[in-house]
């Protein structure tokens, strides 16, 4: 989709023009009694004002929030009004959600159309309000279609933003609408990668895709181990998980320097869990649990969208990502509960439970990243279904060793309108993770406290006093119904622009 910006006060010739249209409560009183509505619409050109009038069904539009009504217009072009309530009310949020589900209504019937933007900006905020509604749409302008024979194209592939603005403030709006295509472009392949069947989706092809994509970012280095490499840095229970599977693991480790880096430039590191496909192994999930288990490696996904749109953006951040990918299958080769291995620290582990695997592979990876010394590490990782009995299926678990960090990470999620929850480690976690017979096991005494105890393991191999974050997002990686802009089935692509505002306010 191209976005452009139009400085013009005279309309622009696209099909569809869409207004925004708020209401107040009005000291009149219906024939029942009932308070009267009140349309404010002051901010139409006059001509637009006289021809809603004119069509008889305009009395029925109240302008609440989402209500949408159309006409025509003398000249022959589409208008569609699209009602945000109350003015006092309005925030980011709304106009992300609402642009987003007006698209879905529109992008089959026009080709282009023209956003009167200084309709929908909040008060003192107009790039703000230009940004979220930019992000609501690219979002929202997805459909994952590979593997379906009859392929559905949107035909709306132009948004103008009409604004009265001067022309002084190109610049500024420009880097917006710039920004947001570029977010779209790193979420859209996010979702790719999420919703890429397994048998399409191993390891080494994951990995192969990634370096490719890499390879066309400017001042990034790439760095590839396999299974050799993975055993030069003892990363054992990496390849405990992957000792069952038809492919070599991979860990792409992947460096981002700005151009202009000093001693003093923050250093931010992204771990991501890269599972393509996580049968349990010999702790083997049931049947329905199974499904969707593509999913898996959404934290690897999500971490490397993060980078790339930072990279794009040229921050003025260092940033490694650490991408840690193997299936977890189930052969004669594959890790049996019970097994003792020796991680990267030096740690022994016994491994009681083959489906708590992602740990396994964070831990090792975690502590290979910790070896740079950054300013914070934040892993992602569809961990535990536990999190889901914590915090639904709409809100992502965090974990922390520094209340700094993670009170960025809250602010952040707040600042781009997603949902965040912080979760406690205490002592009592870590010492349910010792083992009798090894110094540490992967899964706790008992099944209380599970994304707490995952992530209290993952503690365990940390190194160098690096202040260290764990998203948890196994019940927001997809299926967000709520969210208009996000897929009800499919990878949601949440958490990739909390990361990017965190990177950015770092």
């Known amino acids: 989709m191209q976005f452009k910006l139009l400085f013009e006060a005279n309309q622009s010739s696209t099909e569809l023009h869409i207004y925004s249209c708020f209401n107040k409560t009005s000291d009149k009183k219906s024939k029942d009694n009932e308070p009267i509505k009140e349309l404010l619409n002051n901010h139409w050109p006059d001509e637009v004002?006289?021809?809603?009038?004119?069509?008889?069904?305009?009395?029925?539009?109240?302008?609440?929030?989402?209500?949408t009504f159309s006409f025509t217009q003398v000249n022959g072009q589409s208008v569609i009004v699209l009602g945000l309530g109350d003015k006092n009310r309005l925030c980011l949020e709304t106009l992300r959600k609402q642009l987003a589900n007006l698209y879905k209504h529109i992008c089959s019937k026009f080709e282009d159309a023209t956003i009167h933007l200084d309709g929908f900006a909040l008060k003192g905020k107009l790039e703000q309000s230009l940004n979220a509604i930019c992000e609501g749409l690219v979002m929202v302008n997805y459909h994952f279609d590979k593997h379906q024979t009859h392929k559905k194209k949107a035909k709306l592939n132009s948004i103008i933003f009409q604004t009265k603005e001067k022309k002084t403030a190109a610049k500024k709006l420009q880097a917006v609408l710039d920004h947001a295509q570029i977010l779209g472009s790193s979420i859209t392949l996010a979702k790719d990668f999420v919703n890429e069947a397994p048998n399409h989706l191993n390891s080494e092809i994951y990995a192969k895709e990634i370096e490719?994509?890499?390879?066309?970012?400017?001042?990034?280095?790439?760095?590839?181990?396999?299974?050799?490499?993975?055993?030069?840095?003892?990363?054992?229970?990496?390849l405990s998980v992957n000792a069952g599977s038809a492919y070599e693991p991979r860990l792409v480790h992947l460096t981002y320097t700005p151009s202009k880096a000093t001693k003093n430039t923050k250093h931010i590191a992204l771990v991501g869990k890269g599972l393509t496909f996580d049968t349990g192994g010999y702790s083997l999930k049931p049947g329905p649990s199974m499904m969707g288990m593509k999913f898996d490696m959404a934290g690897s996904a999500t971490v490397y969208a993060a980078f790339r749109a930072c990279v794009l953006m040229n921050l003025p951040v260092k940033i490694s990502c650490y991408l840690g990918m193997t299936d977890n299958a189930v052969s004669s080769l594959a890790t049996m509960p019970d097994t003792v291995v020796t991680a990267r620290n030096g740690k022994t582990v016994e491994i009681l439970n083959t489906d708590a695997e992602g740990r396994l592979v964070l831990g090792d990876v975690v502590n290979y990243a910790c070896e740079d010394k950054p300013n914070a590490l934040i892993d992602v990782a569809t961990l535990t279904g536990a999190i889901l009995v914590s915090l639904g299926s709409e809100v992502c678990g965090l974990f922390s060793n520094q209340e700094k960090l993670a009170k960025d990470l809250l602010q952040s999620a707040k600042n781009v309108d997603e949902y965040m929850w912080?979760?406690?480690?205490?002592?009592?976690?870590k010492s349910d993770m010792k083992s009798s017979v090894a110094d540490i096991k992967n899964i706790g005494s008992h099944g209380?406290?599970?994304?707490?105890?995952?992530?209290?393991?993952i503690q365990y191999f940390l190194k160098n006093d690096v202040a260290w974050a764990h998203l948890d997002i196994a019940g927001i990686a997809g299926g967000q119904s709520h969210l208009p802009y996000c897929d009800s089935k499919g990878a949601s692509g949440l958490v990739v622009r909390t990361l990017i505002d965190y990177i950015k306010n770092v």
């Open 422 to 429: 912080q979760l406690p480690i205490i002592e009592e976690h």
């Open 448 to 457: 209380n406290g599970g994304s707490a105890k995952g992530a209290a393991f």
């Open 49 to 67: 004002k006289e021809d809603f009038l004119h069509s008889i069904a305009s009395r029925h539009f109240k302008a609440e929030v989402g209500e």
């Open 212 to 238: 490719k994509d890499a390879k066309k970012l400017k001042n990034v280095k790439i760095k590839i181990l396999g299974k050799a490499e993975l055993k030069k840095e003892n990363m054992n229970m990496f």
